[in-house]
Protein backbone atom coordinates (compact mmCIF):
# COMPACT_ATOMS: atom_id res chain seq x y z
CA UNK A 1 0.00 0.00 0.00
CA UNK A 2 1.16 3.17 -1.03
CA UNK A 3 0.70 6.01 2.09
CA UNK A 4 0.29 9.43 1.71
CA UNK A 5 3.83 9.74 3.65
CA UNK A 6 5.38 8.35 1.12
CA UNK A 7 3.22 9.59 -1.63
CA UNK A 8 3.92 13.28 -0.23
CA UNK A 9 7.77 12.22 -0.42
CA UNK A 10 8.08 11.89 -4.08
CA UNK A 11 5.58 15.05 -4.70
CA UNK A 12 8.82 17.62 -3.56
CA UNK A 13 9.18 18.70 -6.92
CA UNK A 14 10.71 21.88 -8.25
CA UNK A 15 8.72 25.15 -9.90
CA UNK A 16 6.09 23.68 -12.08
CA UNK A 17 7.30 24.40 -15.57
CA UNK A 18 3.35 23.76 -17.47
CA UNK A 19 2.93 23.68 -21.67
CA UNK A 20 0.54 25.53 -23.48
CA UNK A 21 -0.51 22.61 -25.84
CA UNK A 22 -1.31 19.31 -25.94
CA UNK A 23 -0.54 16.81 -28.73
CA UNK A 24 -2.01 13.40 -29.16
CA UNK A 25 0.28 10.57 -28.07
CA UNK A 26 2.86 11.90 -25.11
CA UNK A 27 2.55 12.90 -21.87
CA UNK A 28 1.51 16.91 -22.35
CA UNK A 29 0.56 19.56 -20.10
CA UNK A 30 -1.48 22.52 -20.07
CA UNK A 31 -2.27 25.70 -18.18
CA UNK A 32 -0.65 28.61 -16.81
CA UNK A 33 1.61 28.72 -13.69
CA UNK A 34 -0.22 29.59 -10.32
CA UNK A 35 0.77 32.66 -8.21
CA UNK A 36 4.21 31.11 -6.30
CA UNK A 37 4.97 27.66 -7.49
CA UNK A 38 1.17 25.99 -7.12
CA UNK A 39 -1.69 25.01 -9.46
CA UNK A 40 -3.92 22.49 -9.01
CA UNK A 41 -2.64 19.66 -11.30
CA UNK A 42 -5.59 17.55 -13.07
CA UNK A 43 -4.44 14.47 -14.42
CA UNK A 44 -6.98 13.22 -18.00
CA UNK A 45 -6.67 9.63 -18.62
CA UNK A 46 -8.12 9.38 -22.34
CA UNK A 47 -7.30 7.49 -25.61
CA UNK A 48 -5.61 9.39 -27.98
CA UNK A 49 -5.51 6.31 -30.80
CA UNK A 50 -7.14 3.60 -31.45
CA UNK A 51 -11.02 2.93 -32.58
CA UNK A 52 -11.81 5.78 -29.41
CA UNK A 53 -9.22 8.13 -30.56
CA UNK A 54 -11.82 10.77 -31.89
CA UNK A 55 -13.92 11.06 -28.52
CA UNK A 56 -10.60 10.89 -26.79
CA UNK A 57 -9.26 14.09 -28.80
CA UNK A 58 -12.58 15.48 -27.61
CA UNK A 59 -12.15 14.90 -23.76
CA UNK A 60 -9.14 16.61 -24.28
CA UNK A 61 -10.26 19.39 -25.93
CA UNK A 62 -12.98 19.10 -23.13
CA UNK A 63 -11.04 19.58 -20.72
CA UNK A 64 -8.66 22.06 -21.76
CA UNK A 65 -11.45 24.71 -22.75
CA UNK A 66 -12.23 24.04 -18.80
CA UNK A 67 -8.99 25.05 -17.67
CA UNK A 68 -9.01 28.56 -19.80
CA UNK A 69 -12.52 29.01 -18.14
CA UNK A 70 -11.17 28.67 -14.80
CA UNK A 71 -8.03 30.91 -15.33
CA UNK A 72 -8.62 33.29 -17.41
CA UNK A 73 -11.95 36.06 -16.77
CA UNK A 74 -14.49 35.05 -18.22
CA UNK A 75 -17.31 37.13 -16.31
CA UNK A 76 -20.23 36.57 -19.38
CA UNK A 77 -20.03 33.10 -18.27
CA UNK A 78 -22.46 31.80 -15.68
CA UNK A 79 -20.26 28.97 -14.15
CA UNK A 80 -18.87 29.23 -10.69
CA UNK A 81 -15.08 30.08 -10.98
CA UNK A 82 -15.34 31.64 -14.68
CA UNK A 83 -15.67 35.14 -13.78
CA UNK A 84 -12.20 34.92 -11.51
CA UNK A 85 -8.95 34.58 -12.86
CA UNK A 86 -7.82 31.09 -10.62
CA UNK A 87 -9.49 29.27 -7.52
CA UNK A 88 -9.93 32.59 -5.42
CA UNK A 89 -10.52 30.94 -1.79
CA UNK A 90 -6.93 29.62 -2.69
CA UNK A 91 -5.95 33.20 -4.01
CA UNK A 92 -6.21 32.62 -7.52
CA UNK A 93 -4.19 29.28 -7.49
CA UNK A 94 -4.27 28.35 -11.34
CA UNK A 95 -5.13 25.02 -13.11
CA UNK A 96 -2.96 22.88 -15.28
CA UNK A 97 -3.78 19.87 -17.41
CA UNK A 98 -1.90 16.66 -17.35
CA UNK A 99 -2.63 14.17 -20.00
CA UNK A 100 -2.12 10.57 -20.19
CA UNK A 101 -2.45 8.41 -23.73
CA UNK A 102 -3.78 4.82 -22.50
CA UNK A 103 -5.18 3.17 -25.45
CA UNK A 104 -4.67 -0.54 -25.33
CA UNK A 105 -2.25 -2.26 -27.43
CA UNK A 106 -4.82 -4.73 -28.43
CA UNK A 107 -6.90 -1.46 -29.81
CA UNK A 108 -3.74 -0.52 -32.18
CA UNK A 109 -2.56 -3.28 -33.01
CA UNK A 110 -4.86 -6.28 -33.88
CA UNK A 111 -2.20 -8.96 -34.20
CA UNK A 112 -1.64 -8.68 -30.57
CA UNK A 113 -5.12 -9.29 -29.65
CA UNK A 114 -4.74 -12.00 -32.22
CA UNK A 115 -2.15 -13.73 -30.59
CA UNK A 116 -3.15 -13.38 -27.27
CA UNK A 117 -6.51 -12.84 -26.38
CA UNK A 118 -6.03 -12.34 -23.14
CA UNK A 119 -3.13 -9.39 -23.34
CA UNK A 120 -6.17 -6.99 -23.74
CA UNK A 121 -7.06 -6.96 -20.28
CA UNK A 122 -3.62 -7.73 -18.67
CA UNK A 123 -2.43 -4.75 -21.03
CA UNK A 124 -5.42 -2.32 -19.73
CA UNK A 125 -4.65 -2.75 -16.39
CA UNK A 126 -1.01 -2.16 -16.49
CA UNK A 127 -0.96 0.33 -18.98
CA UNK A 128 -3.92 2.30 -16.51
CA UNK A 129 -1.82 1.76 -13.44
CA UNK A 130 1.10 3.32 -14.83
CA UNK A 131 -0.04 6.13 -16.17
CA UNK A 132 -1.62 6.87 -12.54
CA UNK A 133 1.73 6.05 -10.62
CA UNK A 134 3.95 8.88 -12.89
CA UNK A 135 1.41 11.28 -13.00
CA UNK A 136 0.66 11.22 -9.25
CA UNK A 137 4.40 10.34 -8.37
CA UNK A 138 6.30 12.13 -11.22
CA UNK A 139 4.26 14.64 -12.41
CA UNK A 140 2.45 15.86 -9.13
CA UNK A 141 -1.31 15.12 -10.14
CA UNK A 142 -3.81 16.56 -6.99
CA UNK A 143 -6.84 14.85 -9.22
CA UNK A 144 -7.64 12.89 -11.96
CA UNK A 145 -10.27 12.94 -14.80
CA UNK A 146 -11.34 10.25 -17.62
CA UNK A 147 -10.35 7.39 -18.96
CA UNK A 148 -13.37 6.25 -20.89
CA UNK A 149 -13.84 2.75 -21.03
CA UNK A 150 -14.79 1.16 -18.40
CA UNK A 151 -12.14 -1.77 -17.59
CA UNK A 152 -9.49 0.92 -18.57
CA UNK A 153 -11.20 3.79 -15.92
CA UNK A 154 -11.45 0.69 -13.06
CA UNK A 155 -7.58 -0.36 -13.38
CA UNK A 156 -7.11 3.59 -12.82
CA UNK A 157 -9.68 3.52 -10.18
CA UNK A 158 -8.07 0.98 -8.31
CA UNK A 159 -4.50 2.66 -8.83
CA UNK A 160 -5.71 5.92 -7.83
CA UNK A 161 -6.86 4.44 -4.66
CA UNK A 162 -3.83 3.26 -3.33
CA UNK A 163 -2.31 6.89 -3.83
CA UNK A 164 -5.38 8.22 -2.11
CA UNK A 165 -5.97 11.10 -4.77
CA UNK A 166 -9.75 12.13 -6.17
CA UNK A 167 -11.05 10.81 -9.18
CA UNK A 168 -13.70 12.15 -10.78
CA UNK A 169 -15.45 10.26 -13.37
CA UNK A 170 -18.08 11.50 -16.19
CA UNK A 171 -17.59 8.99 -19.14
CA UNK A 172 -17.67 5.29 -17.53
CA UNK A 173 -21.49 4.15 -17.40
CA UNK A 174 -20.82 1.01 -15.63
CA UNK A 175 -22.59 -0.05 -12.72
CA UNK A 176 -19.63 -1.90 -10.96
CA UNK A 177 -16.97 1.09 -11.04
CA UNK A 178 -19.34 2.29 -8.13
CA UNK A 179 -20.56 -0.70 -6.75
CA UNK A 180 -16.74 -1.36 -5.86
CA UNK A 181 -16.83 1.07 -2.62
CA UNK A 182 -13.70 2.66 -3.62
CA UNK A 183 -13.02 5.67 -0.92
CA UNK A 184 -11.83 7.81 -3.98
CA UNK A 185 -13.60 7.62 -6.89
CA UNK A 186 -16.60 10.01 -7.65
CA UNK A 187 -18.88 9.77 -10.53
CA UNK A 188 -20.81 12.90 -11.91
CA UNK A 189 -22.12 10.68 -14.94
CA UNK A 190 -25.62 9.08 -15.43
CA UNK A 191 -25.10 5.31 -15.32
CA UNK A 192 -26.21 2.11 -17.67
CA UNK A 193 -28.84 1.46 -15.24
CA UNK A 194 -30.23 4.97 -15.41
CA UNK A 195 -29.85 4.93 -18.87
CA UNK A 196 -32.10 1.48 -19.48
CA UNK A 197 -34.78 2.96 -16.91
CA UNK A 198 -35.19 5.54 -19.08
CA UNK A 199 -35.83 3.16 -21.85
CA UNK A 200 -37.95 1.53 -20.92
CA UNK A 201 -39.80 4.12 -19.73
CA UNK A 202 -40.01 5.84 -22.70
CA UNK A 203 -41.46 2.67 -24.14
CA UNK A 204 -43.90 2.64 -21.09
CA UNK A 205 -45.19 6.47 -22.01
CA UNK A 206 -45.56 6.02 -25.82
CA UNK A 207 -47.50 2.55 -25.52
CA UNK A 208 -44.63 0.03 -26.36
CA UNK A 209 -45.01 -3.27 -25.53
CA UNK A 210 -41.03 -4.74 -24.74
CA UNK A 211 -42.28 -7.96 -25.54
CA UNK A 212 -39.25 -11.00 -25.92
CA UNK A 213 -36.09 -8.77 -24.67
CA UNK A 214 -32.68 -9.31 -26.08
CA UNK A 215 -29.32 -8.13 -25.42
CA UNK A 216 -26.61 -8.02 -28.18
CA UNK A 217 -23.27 -7.62 -26.27
CA UNK A 218 -19.78 -7.50 -26.48
CA UNK A 219 -17.74 -10.22 -24.33
CA UNK A 220 -15.82 -7.97 -21.95
CA UNK A 221 -16.59 -7.10 -18.28
CA UNK A 222 -18.84 -3.62 -19.93
CA UNK A 223 -20.61 -5.89 -21.93
CA UNK A 224 -21.68 -8.14 -18.93
CA UNK A 225 -22.44 -5.07 -16.60
CA UNK A 226 -25.41 -4.55 -19.63
CA UNK A 227 -26.05 -7.73 -19.45
CA UNK A 228 -26.52 -7.72 -15.95
CA UNK A 229 -28.31 -4.16 -15.70
CA UNK A 230 -31.27 -5.29 -18.61
CA UNK A 231 -31.95 -8.30 -16.88
CA UNK A 232 -32.30 -6.67 -13.65
CA UNK A 233 -34.73 -3.88 -14.94
CA UNK A 234 -36.51 -6.43 -16.88
CA UNK A 235 -37.05 -8.37 -13.42
CA UNK A 236 -38.12 -5.44 -11.43
CA UNK A 237 -40.68 -4.62 -14.30
CA UNK A 238 -42.11 -7.76 -14.47
CA UNK A 239 -41.42 -8.02 -18.27
CA UNK A 240 -39.34 -11.15 -18.41
CA UNK A 241 -42.14 -13.27 -16.85
CA UNK A 242 -43.66 -14.71 -20.49
CA UNK A 243 -40.07 -14.48 -22.15
CA UNK A 244 -36.29 -14.14 -19.97
CA UNK A 245 -34.28 -11.71 -21.56
CA UNK A 246 -32.04 -13.73 -24.22
CA UNK A 247 -28.64 -12.41 -24.71
CA UNK A 248 -25.62 -13.01 -27.51
CA UNK A 249 -22.49 -11.95 -26.91
CA UNK A 250 -19.52 -11.49 -29.46
CA UNK A 251 -15.99 -11.02 -28.75
CA UNK A 252 -15.13 -7.39 -28.39
CA UNK A 253 -13.03 -7.15 -31.42
CA UNK A 254 -16.30 -7.83 -33.29
CA UNK A 255 -14.59 -10.86 -35.36
CA UNK A 256 -17.69 -12.63 -34.82
CA UNK A 257 -20.29 -10.20 -34.62
CA UNK A 258 -22.06 -11.21 -37.66
CA UNK A 259 -22.12 -14.61 -36.77
CA UNK A 260 -23.91 -13.59 -33.14
CA UNK A 261 -26.29 -11.25 -35.57
CA UNK A 262 -27.87 -14.05 -37.18
CA UNK A 263 -28.33 -15.54 -33.70
CA UNK A 264 -30.32 -12.46 -32.74
CA UNK A 265 -32.10 -12.59 -36.38
CA UNK A 266 -33.27 -16.26 -35.34
CA UNK A 267 -34.46 -15.30 -32.30
CA UNK A 268 -36.19 -12.24 -33.36
CA UNK A 269 -36.55 -10.11 -30.70
CA UNK A 270 -39.54 -7.69 -30.33
CA UNK A 271 -36.65 -5.08 -28.19
CA UNK A 272 -32.87 -5.42 -28.62
CA UNK A 273 -30.28 -3.97 -26.51
CA UNK A 274 -27.21 -3.36 -28.00
CA UNK A 275 -23.35 -3.27 -26.21
CA UNK A 276 -20.20 -2.71 -28.56
CA UNK A 277 -16.65 -1.94 -27.67
CA UNK A 278 -14.64 0.38 -29.55
CA UNK A 279 -13.09 -2.10 -31.74
CA UNK A 280 -16.47 -3.76 -32.60
CA UNK A 281 -18.55 -1.19 -33.68
CA UNK A 282 -17.62 -0.62 -37.11
CA UNK A 283 -17.76 -5.24 -37.49
CA UNK A 284 -21.19 -4.43 -36.06
CA UNK A 285 -22.89 -2.34 -38.29
CA UNK A 286 -21.43 -4.16 -41.55
CA UNK A 287 -23.05 -7.10 -40.14
CA UNK A 288 -26.65 -5.34 -39.61
CA UNK A 289 -26.56 -4.53 -43.58
CA UNK A 290 -28.71 -7.18 -45.46
CA UNK A 291 -29.62 -9.19 -41.86
CA UNK A 292 -32.93 -8.24 -42.10
CA UNK A 293 -33.07 -7.82 -38.35
CA UNK A 294 -36.13 -5.57 -37.44
CA UNK A 295 -37.00 -5.31 -33.85
CA UNK A 296 -39.67 -3.30 -32.84
CA UNK A 297 -37.58 -1.19 -30.47
CA UNK A 298 -33.69 -1.23 -30.10
CA UNK A 299 -30.92 1.03 -28.30
CA UNK A 300 -27.52 1.14 -27.75
CA UNK A 301 -25.65 1.45 -24.70
CA UNK A 302 -23.50 4.41 -25.75
CA UNK A 303 -20.12 5.29 -24.31
CA UNK A 304 -20.17 8.43 -26.60
CA UNK A 305 -17.91 6.95 -29.85
CA UNK A 306 -21.34 5.89 -31.89
CA UNK A 307 -22.26 9.23 -33.91
CA UNK A 308 -25.14 9.54 -36.73
CA UNK A 309 -21.88 9.42 -39.31
CA UNK A 310 -21.07 5.86 -37.86
CA UNK A 311 -24.43 4.63 -39.32
CA UNK A 312 -24.12 5.94 -42.89
CA UNK A 313 -23.12 3.04 -44.41
CA UNK A 314 -26.45 0.93 -42.29
CA UNK A 315 -28.51 4.22 -42.76
CA UNK A 316 -31.57 2.67 -43.55
CA UNK A 317 -31.15 -0.65 -41.48
CA UNK A 318 -30.81 0.88 -38.03
CA UNK A 319 -33.61 3.87 -38.96
CA UNK A 320 -34.73 3.74 -35.86
CA UNK A 321 -32.29 3.16 -33.19
CA UNK A 322 -31.56 4.49 -30.04
CA UNK A 323 -29.13 5.49 -27.78
CA UNK A 324 -28.28 6.72 -24.16
CA UNK A 325 -26.43 9.61 -23.41
CA UNK A 326 -25.19 12.02 -20.94
CA UNK A 327 -24.90 15.15 -23.10
CA UNK A 328 -26.79 16.77 -26.26
CA UNK A 329 -26.18 19.74 -28.05
CA UNK A 330 -29.68 20.22 -28.57
CA UNK A 331 -30.35 20.13 -24.60
CA UNK A 332 -27.67 22.93 -24.35
CA UNK A 333 -29.65 25.36 -25.99
CA UNK A 334 -31.81 25.39 -23.21
CA UNK A 335 -28.81 26.16 -20.81
CA UNK A 336 -27.47 29.85 -20.79
CA UNK A 337 -24.11 28.33 -19.49
CA UNK A 338 -24.13 25.28 -21.95
CA UNK A 339 -24.58 27.99 -24.44
CA UNK A 340 -21.81 30.46 -24.20
CA UNK A 341 -19.49 27.23 -23.38
CA UNK A 342 -20.69 25.80 -26.55
CA UNK A 343 -20.08 28.65 -28.63
CA UNK A 344 -16.65 29.24 -26.99
CA UNK A 345 -15.63 25.65 -28.32
CA UNK A 346 -16.73 25.86 -31.56
CA UNK A 347 -14.66 29.27 -31.94
CA UNK A 348 -11.70 27.14 -30.29
CA UNK A 349 -11.91 24.36 -31.77
CA UNK A 350 -13.72 24.90 -34.98
CA UNK A 351 -16.24 22.10 -34.10
CA UNK A 352 -19.22 21.15 -32.23
CA UNK A 353 -19.11 20.31 -28.58
CA UNK A 354 -20.15 16.63 -27.99
CA UNK A 355 -20.55 14.51 -25.30
CA UNK A 356 -16.92 13.56 -24.85
CA UNK A 357 -16.03 17.02 -24.71
CA UNK A 358 -18.77 18.07 -22.17
CA UNK A 359 -18.19 15.17 -20.00
CA UNK A 360 -14.27 15.96 -19.23
CA UNK A 361 -15.10 20.12 -19.17
CA UNK A 362 -17.37 19.26 -16.41
CA UNK A 363 -15.45 16.34 -14.45
CA UNK A 364 -12.82 19.84 -14.73
CA UNK A 365 -15.11 21.97 -13.33
CA UNK A 366 -16.19 19.58 -10.63
CA UNK A 367 -12.79 18.91 -9.45
CA UNK A 368 -11.57 23.13 -9.20
CA UNK A 369 -14.84 23.69 -7.81
CA UNK A 370 -14.19 20.73 -4.72
CA UNK A 371 -10.90 22.26 -4.12
CA UNK A 372 -11.72 25.54 -3.81
CA UNK A 373 -14.55 24.58 -1.67
CA UNK A 374 -11.95 22.72 0.34
CA UNK A 375 -9.57 26.12 0.09
CA UNK A 376 -6.31 24.03 -0.22
CA UNK A 377 -4.63 21.44 -2.24
CA UNK A 378 -4.88 18.56 0.43
CA UNK A 379 -6.43 15.38 -1.24
CA UNK A 380 -8.30 14.18 2.29
CA UNK A 381 -9.87 17.73 2.60
CA UNK A 382 -10.98 17.82 -0.98
CA UNK A 383 -11.84 14.35 -0.96
CA UNK A 384 -14.35 15.44 1.99
CA UNK A 385 -15.46 18.84 0.25
CA UNK A 386 -16.30 16.10 -2.60
CA UNK A 387 -18.99 14.56 -0.38
CA UNK A 388 -20.59 17.44 0.79
CA UNK A 389 -21.12 18.86 -2.89
CA UNK A 390 -23.88 20.06 -4.39
CA UNK A 391 -23.72 21.74 -7.66
CA UNK A 392 -27.24 22.75 -9.09
CA UNK A 393 -28.03 21.59 -12.63
CA UNK A 394 -27.90 25.59 -14.07
CA UNK A 395 -24.41 25.83 -12.60
CA UNK A 396 -23.17 22.78 -14.80
CA UNK A 397 -24.15 22.88 -18.91
CA UNK A 398 -24.65 19.17 -18.14
CA UNK A 399 -28.68 18.38 -18.57
CA UNK A 400 -29.47 17.32 -15.30
CA UNK A 401 -30.47 18.06 -12.07
CA UNK A 402 -27.06 19.06 -10.74
CA UNK A 403 -23.98 17.20 -8.98
CA UNK A 404 -24.74 15.08 -5.54
CA UNK A 405 -23.02 12.12 -4.16
CA UNK A 406 -24.33 9.58 -2.41
CA UNK A 407 -22.98 7.47 -0.49
CA UNK A 408 -21.48 5.20 -3.48
CA UNK A 409 -20.22 8.44 -4.79
CA UNK A 410 -22.91 8.34 -7.81
CA UNK A 411 -24.09 11.45 -8.46
CA UNK A 412 -27.89 11.00 -7.86
CA UNK A 413 -29.00 13.89 -9.71
CA UNK A 414 -27.63 13.20 -13.33
CA UNK A 415 -29.81 12.23 -16.02
CA UNK A 416 -29.59 9.96 -19.22
CA UNK A 417 -30.72 11.14 -22.75
CA UNK A 418 -32.19 9.09 -24.97
CA UNK A 419 -31.85 9.88 -28.37
CA UNK A 420 -32.76 8.53 -31.34
CA UNK A 421 -31.35 7.82 -34.97
CA UNK A 422 -33.81 8.89 -37.56
CA UNK A 423 -33.37 10.43 -41.23
CA UNK A 424 -29.30 10.16 -40.78
CA UNK A 425 -29.23 12.10 -37.30
CA UNK A 426 -29.44 11.79 -33.48
CA UNK A 427 -32.50 13.70 -31.39
CA UNK A 428 -33.41 13.91 -28.32
CA UNK A 429 -36.66 11.41 -27.93
CA UNK A 430 -36.62 11.24 -23.88
CA UNK A 431 -37.37 13.05 -21.48
CA UNK A 432 -39.99 14.99 -23.28
CA UNK A 433 -38.75 18.56 -21.94
CA UNK A 434 -35.63 18.15 -23.31
CA UNK A 435 -36.64 16.88 -26.95
CA UNK A 436 -36.64 20.20 -29.33
CA UNK A 437 -40.13 21.25 -30.64
CA UNK A 438 -42.07 18.40 -29.01
CA UNK A 439 -40.05 15.37 -31.13
CA UNK A 440 -41.42 11.81 -30.12
CA UNK A 441 -39.94 8.56 -30.65
CA UNK A 442 -40.83 6.75 -33.95
CA UNK A 443 -41.57 2.95 -34.19
CA UNK A 444 -41.70 2.01 -38.06
CA UNK A 445 -41.52 -1.73 -36.96
CA UNK A 446 -43.98 -1.53 -34.53
CA UNK A 447 -47.85 -2.13 -35.19
CA UNK A 448 -48.42 -0.89 -31.54
Known amino acids: MITRRSRLALLVVPALAL ?8 DNSSGAAASGDQALKIGLLTQLNGPSKVAGSEAQNGAKLAVDVINGLNPSIPLPLASDAGLPNLGGVKVSLVVKDVTPAAETDPKKREEDPQQGTGNVQKLAGDAVSDMVSNQGVNALI ?40 FRIGPTWRSAGQAFFSLLSQQKIEPGKIAVLYAQDKAGQDVVTTTTDL ?17 DPSGSNAATALLKVRAYNPDTLLLYSSPASVLPLVQAVVGSGLKPRAAMSFSLGYVTAQTFDPAAAAVD ?27 RRFNSPMTEAAASAFTAVMTVAQAVNNAGTLDEQRVRSALLSLHIPGEQTIMPWAGIQFDETHQNTLAEALIEQYHNRAFSIVYPSDAAARGAKAVFPNSSG
Not at 234 to 250: C, N, S, W
Not at 327 to 337: G, K, T, Y
Open 19 to 26: ATACTGGG
Open 146 to 185: GAYDPEVTEAASQRAERFEVPFVNADSPATFLTDAGRDWF
Open 234 to 250: AKEGGLDQEHPVATFGF
Open 320 to 346: GLMRSTSWSIEAAQRNPAAQAVTGLYQ
